[in-house]
């Protein structure tokens, strides 16, 4: 597919593309450019706070889990089986 380059350096992405990986006005693009290669990649932007209060959840997370009082599952049906079992406690 060919895009053309128009004035104030922007371009209109196939409208089959944009239906095709589902994107919306107002959606962010990350534009990289390696040996002449011009890559567009959707991405998903998070605030600041959301972000650290993510990574803050995993480190209290990490710690229960080495001290053992998280449990951990080696797969998803062993997941739902320990969920289940909480659920009938």
Known sequence: MLAELRTKSQITLPKSVVKS??????????????DGIIQITPVVVY??????????E????????ESG???????VDSLLQGLEED???
Not at 21 to 34: Q, R, V
Not at 69 to 75: G, I, K, N
């Open 47 to 56: 605030p600041k706070k959301y972000v650290d209060e993510l990574k803050s």
């Open 87 to 89: 659920n009938e406690a």
């Open 69 to 75: 009082e998280q449990a951990v599952y080696s797969d």
């Open 21 to 34: 990986l589902g994107l919306n006005e107002g959606d962010m693009l990350e534009i990289t450019e390696k």
């Open 58 to 65: 995993v480190a209290q997370l990490k710690k229960k889990i």
